[in-house]
């Protein structure tokens, strides 16, 4: 008896297994869980952070910096420069050169043209400059974008 439930068990749910079977390997092999776990990492100098990054419908990549210390001096954003691993670049200078300023608790947001989605994932060299106050002026932080775009010119 146990046999026969065992066949019985397989007949009823083993075109399940064959149907999720199939499926999945048609995903894996079109690429579809081909995906990009995007972050920020390395911008070592705080409170100045990237807080949130992506690529729009006008092929711009938006970036959101803030600045998370509300006691704190405003940064004036002069310069960002995203570099990919080919060494094609793109360089931003916010508000046609005069820089924007983020104040203390606040988030500003930059958009950088000429990139584009695309499956995969790479990582990109990020250089900020920035003037901190009146006291701190031409500094430069680096760290890293990993995501899923590309630089086309």
């Not at 920020?40 to 910096?65: C, R």
């Not at 203390?104 to 950088?112: D, L, V």
């Not at 430069?140 to 990993?146: A, R």
Request: hydrophobic share 35%; aromatic share 8%; net charge negative.
């Amino acid at each position: 008896m146990k046999g026969q439930s065992s066949i019985e068990y397989l007949v009823t749910y083993g075109w399940m297994l064959a149907a999720v079977g199939l499926v999945s390997g048609a995903l894996y092999s079109t690429g579809f869980t081909d995906f990009c776990s995007e972050e920020a990492t390395g911008m070592q100098v705080q409170p100045l952070d990237i807080d949130n990054f992506g690529v729009s419908d006008e092929n711009e990549l938006q970036i959101a910096f803030s600045n998370n210390d509300p006691q704190s001096f405003d940064y004036l954003l002069k310069e960002v420069e995203i570099e990919n691993s080919e060494g094609e670049s793109r360089i931003h200078n916010p508000d046609e050169g005069n820089g924007i300023i983020i104040e203390g608790g606040s988030t500003e947001a930059i958009a950088i043209p000429g990139v584009e989605d695309r499956r995969g994932c790479d990582d990109f060299d990020i250089r900020v400059s920035y003037d901190r106050g009146d006291v701190l002026l031409d500094q430069t932080q680096t760290g890293t974008l990993t995501t899923g775009m590309s630089i086309f010119n």
